[in-house]
C-alpha cells in the first residue's frame, strides 16, 4: 500500500503579529468533546482518513506478523498469570486483588482467615460487554459492609461509580456518572464524596452523597471557579480528616472536613498563594505540611495547631540537608516515614514521635534502583510496607518493622519463562550536557553484549512535570536486552531526579535542556561505545513524545528509529486553547502563549508540530488514542502528515491510532501486551 497523503486546507490562525498556516487543522473534530463521550460521532472524512493510516501501518508491518507472535509470546510468558497482590490489613479483614490464569482483568477479594476467600468483585465478567474497560479506584467502606468502585468503558476517563452492598450482593440507587474517578468515603460508612467533570473535561466540583439517596439529590461542597485548576480528594492516614485538593502544577490550596462528622461544610486550611505548593497529615493535635514555602524549593516539614491552620502559625519541623529532595511524608501513630531522594537515588527514612530514639535510613545496596512506599489501611501499626526493585531485580514487597528495624520478604515477583539476575548487568552513567550539566543515565543490558559500538541501543526519556524516570524491572524490555539491545533511561531535566532545580531547569524558558540533555546522552552513549552514531532508537510517551519530536527535528541523524506513544506534539495550537482539558492548568509548566508574546514565541520555536522541517528523519512510529483527553488524537495525526509531507527520504512513518481507547491504551494486562510487541517489531525490522 502507499501512505496515506493527508489534504491541505488553509487554516491561518494570527497571534501578536505572527501569523500560522495549519493545514492540517481539520483532523481535529469541532464535535471533539462529545465524539470523547460517544466515538461514533466521529467526523466521516476524520475517520476514514484515520483508518486508512491503521491499514496502511497494518500493511507496513504485515510481515512482522510471527515476529509480534512470537514477542506476545515472550513477554505474555514472562508474567505470573495465577498472580496476586500482599493482602493488606485492615482491622478484621485482609484485602487484596488476584488474577486468575488467562484473565484480563483482576478480581477483588477478602478474607478473615487466609482459606475464607470471597471474591467481592470479578472484572472480568463486568468486562464482558465491552471492548475497553478500566476499573478506577475500588474501595470498601470503613465498616466493611459497601464496596464503592468507578468504571471507564471508553478510555475516555470518564467514569461511573457504582456501590455495591456486600452483605445482600444488590447494588445500591443508582449508579453515579460523569466523575473523575477519584472518591473517598467518610469514616461512617454512610456517606462518600467524589469529584465530577465540567464540560472541557476538568474535575471541577465535589458532591456529598449519602448511601441509598439519589445522585440528584447529592449536595455540592466545593466548586472550582478558576479552569486553570483541578480538584481531587484524600483522607489522611490517621482517618480523622478528608482533603479536597486543588492544585495547578505549582500551586496548591486544601479544604479539609472531619471525617467523622461528614455533614460539615469544608474548611480552608490555607489559601492558595502562586507558586507555593502544600500538602498535609495530622497527628495528635497537629498538622504537618510539606510544603515548598519560604524558598525551600526541596521541600521541608513544618507543624502548625489543628485549630490555627494559616501560614502565619506554621513552624518550621524538618529542613533537608542541602541536595536532599523531600518527595513525600506518610504518617503512623508512633512514626513519621520521609520518601526522599539523594543524587537521583531514592531514600526511606524513618523518624520516631514523642520518643528519644533516633531517626534512621533503611539500607540497600545497589548502584541504582527504585523504591515505593504503600502506606497501608492502618494508622497504629509498626510494619511499613515498601517494594524494591532495580532494572536486574525483579520487584520486591517487604514489611519493614520499624520498631525492631527488621524486614521480611512479602513477594518476590515471579517471571515463570526464567529470569537470572547475573546475566545482566546495570549501572548509571553520566553524559555531559551543552552547558557541562551532568546528566545521569541507566544501563540494562546482557553480560555477553560486546560494548564495542556495535550493539543497537534504545535510549527511552520524559523530562516534563518534575516525574523522575525510575530505574526499575520491566518484563518487556528483555525482549530487546535478550537480543543483543543496550536499553538506557536518559533522566534528563524537566524530571525531579536530582531536586527541584532539575525540574525548574527543564520547563517554561528552560524547556530546550530537556531536549539538548537527551541528545548530549545519545552522543555520550555512543562516544563511549554502548552503541554507535545513528543506532539509537529514540522512545517517549505523552510529554516523552513531544521530546522525540524535538529532538528528530534538532537532531535527526542520531537515531536510526524512533517511537512517540500518544505524543504531545503540537504544543503551540494546544496551549493557544483553553477548552482543552488540560490546557489552563499547563500553563504553569510550558507558559501562557495566548497572553505573553515571549511565551509564543519560545513555545513555537520548539513545537515540534511547528518545527517540521524539509531534511531527513529517522523510521518513525506513532501511536494515538482516539479518545484520548490528554493528548487529543489530531496532534499525532497532524504531526505524522506533517512530517510524511516534507521530509526528503524514504523512511517510513506510521501511525497508528487505537479507535478504542484513551491515553493509556488497551486496558487489559495482556492486551497492552499486544501494543508494546507491534513497538518492539517495528523496532527490530528496521534494526541495522
Known amino acids: 500500500m502507499k501512505a496515506p497523503i493527508a489534504q491541505k486546507i488553509s487554516h491561518k490562525v494570527t497571534m501578536h503579529g505572527d501569523t500560522r498556516n495549519d493545514q492540517y487543522a481539520w483532523i481535529r473534530d469541532p464535535n471533539w468533546q462529545q465524539v470523547m463521550r460517544d466515538p461514533s460521532l466521529l467526523r466521516e472524512d476524520i475517520r476514514d482518513y484515520l483508518e486508512q493510516e491503521n491499514a496502511f501501518t497494518q500493511d507496513w508491518m504485515q510481515d512482522t506478523e510471527q515476529l509480534q507472535a512470537s514477542l506476545f509470546g515472550e ?4 508474567i505470573k498469570e495465577d498472580d496476586s497482590s500482599v ?48 476499573i478506577g479506584e475500588c474501595e470498601h467502606s470503613p465498616n466493611h459492609r459497601y464496596l464503592a468502585y468507578c468504571v471507564d468503558t471508553k478510555g475516555s476517563e470518564f467514569y461511573t461509580l457504582y456501590i455495591l452492598d456486600l452483605e445482600s450482593g444488590k447494588y445500591l440507587a443508582e449508579a453515579i456518572d460523569n466523575i473523575q474517578g477519584n472518591f473517598v468515603w467518610a469514616m461512617d460508612s454512610e456517606t462518600f464524596f467524589y469529584t465530577t467533570l465540567d464540560s472541557n473535561h476538568r474535575p471541577d466540583k ?19 471557579t478558576d479552569s486553570g485548576f483541578f480538584v481531587g480528594l484524600n483522607r489522611t492516614e490517621s482517618n480523622r480528616f478528608i482533603l479536597i485538593s486543588v492544585h495547578d502544577h505549582t500551586t496548591s490550596e486544601i479544604h479539609y472536613l472531619d471525617a467523622h462528622q461528614p455533614k460539615q461544610a469544608a474548611i480552608l486550611f490555607q489559601a492558595r498563594c502562586t507558586d507555593i505548593e502544600y500538602s498535609i497529615t495530622d497527628h495528635s493535635d497537629s498538622w504537618y505540611i510539606t510544603t515548598n ?29 542541602k541536595g536532599t529532595l523531600l518527595r513525600g511524608i506518610y504518617m503512623f501513630r508512633d512514626y513519621l516515614v520521609r520518601y526522599e531522594r539523594i543524587q537521583g537515588l ?67 515477583q515471579e517471571v515463570p519463562s526464567g529470569h537470572n539476575p547475573e546475566n545482566y548487568i546495570t549501572k548509571r552513567i553520566f553524559a555531559r550536557a551543552q552547558d557541562g550539566t551532568c546528566i545521569p543515565i541507566s544501563l540494562l543490558y546482557k553480560h555477553d553484549t560486546c560494548i564495542d559500538g556495535s550493539a543497537p541501543l534504545l535510549l527511552y526519556g520524559y523530562g516534563s512535570y518534575g516525574s523522575s524516570m525510575p530505574a526499575s524491572f520491566s518484563t518487556t524490555r528483555f525482549s530487546l536486552v535478550n537480543r543483543g539491545y543496550v536499553y ?45 552514531w545513528g543506532n539509537i532508537t529514540a522512545h517517549g510517551g505523552s510529554a516523552g513524545g513531544m521530546l522525540i519530536g524535538a529532538v528528530i527535528n534538532l537532531q535527526p541523524d542520531l537515531f536510526h528509529s524512533a517511537i512517540a506513544d500518544v505524543p504531545f506534539v503540537d504544543v503551540l495550537n494546544t496551549m493557544c486553547d483553553d477548552s ?11 507558559g501562557n502563549p495566548i497572553t505573553q508574546s515571549d511565551d509564543y514565541a519560545y513555545i513555537k520555536s520548539y513545537s515540534p508540530y511547528d518545527n517540521v522541517l524539509a531534511q531527513e528523519y529517522p523510521h518513525l ?41 484513551g491515553h493509556a491504551g488497551a486496558s487489559g494486562r495482556f492486551d497492552s501486551l499486544k501494543e508494546v510487541a507491534l513497538m518492539y517489531a517495528f523496532v527490530l525490522k528496521l534494526r541495522k
Open 293 to 321: 514555602a519560604d524558598g525551600c524549593a526541596d521541600y521541608k516539614i513544618m507543624c502548625s495547631p489543628l485549630e490555627n491552620t494559616q501560614r502565619q502559625h506554621w513552624k518550621n519541623y524538618y529542613l533537608p540537608t
Open 488 to 532: 538506557a533511561i536518559a533522566h534528563i531535566r524537566g524530571g525531579m531526579e536530582l531536586g527541584y532545580d532539575w525540574y525548574t531547569n527543564g520547563k517554561l524558558s528552560n524547556k530546550k535542556n530537556t531536549f539538548t540533555d537527551f541528545i548530549a546522552a545519545g552522543k555520550h552513549l555512543a562516544e563511549t561505545n554502548y552503541t554507535s
Open 346 to 412: 531514592p531514600k526511606i527514612v524513618v523518624a520516631p514521635l514523642d520518643s528519644d530514639a533516633h531517626e534512621y535510613a533503611i539500607e540497600f545496596d545497589e548502584e541504582a534502583y527504585e523504591l515505593g512506599i504503600d502506606p497501608g489501611l492502618e494508622f497504629d501499626t509498626t510494619t511499613l510496607r515498601f517494594s524494591y526493585t532495580s532494572m536486574t531485580t525483579p520487584s520486591q514487597v517487604f514489611d519493614f518493622d520499624m520498631q525492631q528495624r527488621t524486614r521480611e520478604l512479602r513477594k518476590q
Open 206 to 224: 465535589v458532591f456529598r452523597h449519602r448511601l441509598n439517596a439519589s445522585p440528584q439529590q447529592d449536595e455540592l461542597v466545593y466548586q472550582e
Open 87 to 134: 493482602p493488606c490489613k485492615d482491622g478484621i479483614y485482609h484485602y487484596y486483588d488476584r488474577y486468575t490464569t488467562g484473565a484480563e482483568h483482576s478480581l477483588y477479594c477478602r478474607y478473615q482467615q487466609p482459606d475464607e476467600e470471597e471474591i467481592l468483585l470479578d472484572a472480568n465478567e463486568l468486562s464482558k460487554q465491552h471492548d475497553y474497560f478500566d
Open 621 to 661: 512510529l506513532i501511536t494515538a488514542g482516539l479518545i484520548d483527553p490528554r493528548v487529543t488524537y489530531w496532534e499525532p495525526a497532524k504531526w505524522a502528515a506533517k512530517l510524511r509531507a516534507s521530509k526528503i527520504d524514504n523512511n517510513i512513518v506510521l501511525l497508528k491510532t487505537n479507535m478504542d481507547a
Open 580 to 590: 482543552l482539558p488540560l490546557t489552563p492548568p499547563e500553563w504553569p509548566e510550558w
Open 75 to 78: 513477554m505474555k510468558a514472562r
